[in-house]
């Protein structure tokens, strides 16, 4: 994927797709689901996954809402093993079975993240590691596929050493480990308590490394500096909504907003020399990802909208009653 994205500028490197908007879990912090959507349509989300490939997509990682819900999940993971692009999901976790792991191999996925926020249960996650550690057991047993652990810290986690305790859980079922920083509503930055900040420290011994400390770029994030970037989403990296728009990214919903079977390699090379204003203060890991190998060539000459968004003009996430 790396060595490809070197020779190349004018292709995707990463793209999430969402088949599913619905989530079968209410974590009070998330803004990508809600409770009411349906699955979209297999043979649509097989289009988009055939036009990806066209644009040269080398990574295609489903994520949610939960895709789980999505009951043909795996001929999605299959297309996208068809057309030789590694297959990727993030998943909750809660739905994970031996039977459903074994259709997981069948489909040939690639790469399994679960996201776990604490060691128990409370009212701003249920993703914890009480609920979720027989799910581990059951992947660690039968997965074919790597599997990636990621915890968090900031955002006013309420024991942030949870995510210790997760990590090296994790590392003991033979799975690596990562970190994330929890943002606000539009992927900026949420400063980290020095408590936070040392279990930080403490993580990045564990012995897993993720890209995103490769890169560099968390170390700024957790320190609240500004990071000095070129961010390339729309072009290396797509977020592509379950209406099948192309967005810069989960959080920046709205731009560029142009369908996807509408985009081409143009609309790449545009968005690749397109500065993002919301970039110095962005903690969106796998745009940085994407992002990191494009930083030393290519200045960006033109502007986004994103800087004259008018307030009545932010995007609305949709999301669960009462929220």
């Not at 295609?60 to 939960?66: A, D, L, T």
């Amino acid at each position: 994927m790396i060595g490809k994205g070197l020779l190349s500028t004018d292709h995707i490197v990463q793209a999430h797709i969402i088949p599913m908007r619905r989530c079968n879990l209410a974590c009070t912090y998330c803004n990508e689901y809600d409770d009411v959507s349906k699955p979209v349509d297999v043979n649509i989300m097989m289009e988009r996954v055939d036009h990806l490939a066209r644009l040269g997509a080398t990574l295609i990682m489903i994520s949610g809402g939960e895709p789980l819900l999505h009951p043909e999940l795996e001929k999605i993971i299959a297309r996208i093993r068809h057309h030789g692009r590694i297959a990727g999901m993030i998943t909750n976790g809660y739905l994970l079975m031996p039977d459903r792991i074994q259709r997981l191999n069948d489909a040939k996925l690639d790469h399994l993240q679960i996201s776990i926020d604490n060691v128990m249960p409370d009212d701003v996650s249920k993703k914890s590691l009480k609920v979720l550690d027989k799910k581990l057991q059951m992947l660690a047993e039968h997965a074919d596929f790597h599997v990636n652990i990621n915890s968090v810290l900031g955002g006013g986690t309420k024991n942030p050493d949870d995510a210790l305790v997760i990590g090296r859980r994790a590392l003991e079922l033979g799975f690596s480990c990562t970190v994330g920083i929890i943002h606000d509503g539009h992927g900026q930055l949420k400063p980290l308590g020095e408590r936070e900040l040392k279990v930080y420290r403490e993580f990045k011994q564990l012995g897993q490394r993720s890209f995103a400390h490769f890169s560099g770029f968390q170390e700024k994030v957790v320190l609240g500096q500004t990071i000095d970037w070129r961010c390339r989403a729309g072009a290396r990296y797509l977020y592509v909504c379950e209406e099948g728009l192309v967005h810069y990214c989960s959080q920046q919903r709205g731009f560029p907003g142009v369908p996807l079977l509408e985009y081409t390699t143009e609309d790449v090379k545009r968005e690749y020399l397109t500065k993002k204003d919301c970039a110095p203060h962005c903690t969106i890991s796998c745009v940085h990802m994407t992002s990191h190998m494009d930083y030393w060539r290519s200045p960006q000459t033109l502007e986004s909208g994103l800087n004259s968004r008018k307030p009545e003009e932010e995007l609305i996430n949709i999301n669960v009653a009462g929220r």
